[in-house]
Structure formats: structure tokens, C-alpha cells
């Protein structure tokens, strides 16, 4: 299973993004997929995540200007990002929680990530 971010790049305050994430490869199902980020000398933090039923949570700092999206045909988790500040300037990875066979517990996947610039 392998998971590609994509739509990450360079953006002004105030504008916005919409950064996608799509899973292939062989497997069952997919449960929860989402979204971190991990900025310069952090940490990564939780952003975002949305279940296959298309219920969605949200980190504090991103409510009200991100929303968290998927596609269940296509396997693939959206980000849009709208009112950009310079704090979301970011590494913004996506992972899914994947079913690999039928009654089998769900594994943690991660995408390779995709860069966020928020600057003037």
C-alpha cells in the first residue's frame, strides 16, 4: 500500500491550497484517513481526520479555515486549505488506516509528504 500527497507549494497569507492524497496498491478497506503536519524544529501535530463514513475532527488552530474531504472510490483524502498564515507553513503528510484483508485490524499507512510555504 502506498500512499501519494500531492498540491503542496508556495502561498500568500490569506490564500489557499487544496492538497490531495490518494492510496493504491492491494488491500480490503480503508477506515480513518487524515492529516499532520510538522513544521521546522517541531514536532508533527495533528491536523485533521475523516472516517469512511465522512465524519471529520479538526485541531483547534485549523478549525473554520480547513476542511477535511475524501473520495471512497477513488481512495483518496483532500485537504482545503483557505486563509493561510504563515504559522501553517508546514510538512503536511497524510496517512490511512488500512485493512489489508477482510477481518484483519486495520494498519497505520503514511504518505511521503508534501510542502506547505506560507510567506508574503
Known sequence: ???????????????????SCVASGSFYSIN???WYRQAPGNSR???????????????DSVKGRFTISRDNVKDTVYLQMDNLKPED????YCY????R???????????QGTLVTVSS
Open 1 to 19: 500500500v502506498q500512499l501519494q500527497a500531492s498540491g503542496g507549494g508556495l502561498v500568500q497569507p490569506g490564500g489557499s491550497l487544496r492538497l
Open 32 to 34: 480513518v484517513m487524515g
Open 45 to 59: 501535530e495533528y491536523v485533521a481526520t475523516i472516517t469512511s463514513g465522512g465524519s471529520t475532527n479538526y485541531a
Open 89 to 92: 507553513t508546514a510538512i503536511y
Open 96 to 99: 490511512a488506516h488500512v485493512v
Open 101 to 111: 484483508y477482510s477481518g484483519w485490524s486495520a494498519n497505520v499507512e503514511w504518505g
